[in-house]
């Protein structure tokens, strides 16, 4: 089932404003704190660096509301082949100007084009949450069609 069949919520809508107005301190926080930084908080890092492992040789992941790109960063770092998709342009502004060596685009998780058994996995770190609960579902069950045999979610 591609994820462009799920139409976008108006509450989406909502949600991009939302962290468009908050990117930049989101960042700073993340500058200033290490809150949001899972290399600062070890249950965090375990639990990707579980996932990473899991991934690794399966083929390209998505990292799906990547935000400002700091989880995407890492699991590049770990050797995973990754790109990263927000609903917030802001946030993949600044994704785009701390990470430049990923690959970062604005999307919604409701209107991605993915082919099926094309991906080794899907990350919805700290974002599925944002969806409407009624189409979560449906977003779900795309991401399992776009996943190869064994792939993760």
Known sequence: MPLSSTAQPTDLDVVRDSYDRAAE???NLIATTGMGDIRTQPWLKAAIDAFADSVRNLGHVLDVGCGPGTVTAYL???GVEISG???????IEHAERLHPECSLTVGSATELDLEPRSLGGIL???SLFNLPREILPNVL????????????V
């Open 25 to 27: 301190n989101y960042v």
């Open 76 to 78: 590049h770092e770990c």
């Open 85 to 91: 998709v927000d609903l917030s342009p802001r946030m």
């Open 124 to 126: 919805g770190w700290w």
């Open 141 to 152: 069950a795309a991401f399992h069609d776009a996943l190869i045999p064994g792939g993760q």
